[in-house]
C-alpha cells in the first residue's frame, strides 16, 4: 500500500475509531497491512469480547469432529443428566445445541440478570436456571453474555479438560497464540478494574473454573488474523486439518436472521451469497473473513459505548484499498 493510502486510512482510523488498537489485513496469507494505534503494540492483547463466541464455535466443531459431542441435534439436558428441571419447565428440555447456536433459543429474562450471573458460584447452573419458559424455539434472541457459557459446561463434560486447555491443544498451539491463564474475580471490583485495564490477558473462568463463552477472552490483533486465515484456508494450517472444513462451511453459513443480519453457529454471516463472515465483539472488535476476495482483516479495539460500525468501515475504506492488490499464491 503506498503512502498516501497509508496516511488516509490512519487518518480515518484517528478521526472516526478512535478506540482502535490493533488492525492486520492478510490477503492470500500474506500481511498487506499491520499497524497499531494509542499505544499497544503487536504483543498487546485485548478483551475481545463476543468475539470469543466464534472460537467457542469453533471448539465445538472440533470436539464434534473428535466424537466428544454426537451432534448438534442432541438436546443440551442430554449432558447436565444431574440437573433438575423445575416442575412445569417443558421447554428447556426441548432445546437443542443448534437452537443455542443459531440464537434461537428462549430464555425467562427480558434483560441479562448480571448481577444475578456474576455473584453465583456456578455460571453454567445459572444459564441453565434461565434456558427456556415461556419463549418460543426457533425465534432469534442474541444472548450476549449468559446463555452461551453452556457450551463451556458441555466441553469440559465431553472433553475431560478445562476450555481453556482443550482450546490450546487443538486451536491456540497449532496457530503458534501463546498460552492463555485463567482470569477469576473474586468481586465486582476485580471485574470493574480488569474490563478497565488496557494491558490485560488471559481467560475469564467462574468461580469452578469454566471458561466464559460469550466473552471474556483475550487475543492480540495477529492472533485474531490467524483464526480467520484459518477458517478461511477451511481449517488447514501448515498442511494440517484444525477445524473440519464441514464444520467451517456450516458455522459460516445463515442458519437465522434478526431483521436484516444473518447468523450462521455463533458467527455473522455478512454475506451468505458471497461468504463473508464475521466475529464480531464490543468496542469493534471484528475478525472478516471475504472467501472471494481471499481478504482477512482482524481489529482489536478498546470498549467503547456505541462503537461505530467496523464492517460498514471494512467493506467502504479498507477493502476497496486491498481488493486489487497482487501477491503471490
Given amino acids: 500500500m503506498n503512502q498516501r493510502k497509508d496516511m488516509c486510512l490512519e487518518k480515518i482510523i484517528n478521526s ?14 500474506e500481511t498487506l497491512y499491520e499497524n497499531y494505534f494509542n499505544g499497544y503494540t503487536a504483543d498487546s492483547t485485548l478483551h475481545v469480547f ?5 472460537i467457542i464455535s469453533i471448539l465445538l466443531g472440533v470436539a464434534i469432529e473428535k466424537g466428544y459431542i454426537r451432534s448438534i441435534d442432541q438436546k443440551v439436558l442430554d449432558f447436565f443428566p444431574d440437573y433438575e428441571v423445575k416442575r412445569g419447565e417443558k421447554t428447556i428440555q426441548n432445546v437443542t445445541l443448534k437452537d443455542m447456536l443459531t440464537m434461537t433459543a428462549p430464555y425467562k429474562y427480558k434483560s441479562e440478570p448480571y448481577t444475578e450471573y456474576f455473584t453465583s458460584n456456578n455460571w453454567v ?13 426457533g425465534e432469534f434472541r442474541y444472548t450476549p453474555v449468559i446463555g452461551p457459557d453452556i457450551f463451556s459446561g458441555i466441553l469440559v463434560k465431553t472433553t475431560g479438560q478445562s476450555v481453556l486447555d482443550f482450546a490450546t491443544k487443538y486451536l491456540f498451539s497449532p496457530l503458534g497464540i501463546k498460552s492463555k491463564h485463567n482470569v477469576v474475580f473474586h468481586d465486582k471490583e476485580e471485574q470493574l478494574a480488569w474490563y478497565n485495564d488496557k494491558n490485560v490477558s488471559g481467560w475469564v473462568a467462574d468461580p469452578q ?23 478461511l484456508n477451511k481449517g488447514m494450517w501448515n498442511n494440517k486439518q484444525i477445524i473440519p472444513t464441514w464444520w467451517i462451511d456450516e458455522s459460516t453459513k445463515e442458519h437465522s436472521r434478526w431483521d436484516k443480519l444473518s447468523y450462521g453457529y455463533l458467527w455473522w454471516v455478512i454475506d451468505d451469497k458471497e461468504h463473508i463472515y464475521a466475529a ?34 471494512i467493506k467502504e475504506y479498507i477493502e476497496p484499498i486491498f481488493d486489487n492488490c497482487v501477491t503471490l499464491e
Fill in 16 to 29: 472516526s475509531y478512535s478506540n482502535t488498537a490493533g488492525i492486520v489485513v492478510l490477503k492470500n496469507g
Fill in 50 to 54: 463476543s468475539v470469543t463466541k466464534s
Fill in 125 to 137: 447452573n445459572s444459564a441453565l436456571d434461565l434456558l427456556g419458559g415461556k419463549g418460543k424455539i
Fill in 209 to 231: 473454573g469454566i471458561n466464559t463463552a460469550g466473552w471474556g477472552l483475550t487475543l492480540n490483533t495477529m492472533d485474531m488474523a490467524k483464526i480467520g486465515q484459518l477458517c
Fill in 280 to 313: 464480531l465483539g464490543d468496542g469493534g472488535n471484528v475478525i472478516y473473513v471475504n472467501t472471494k476476495e481471499k481478504i482477512v482483516v482482524s481489529i482489536a479495539a478498546t470498549f467503547m459505548p456505541g462503537a461505530k460500525d467496523r464492517i460498514k468501515f
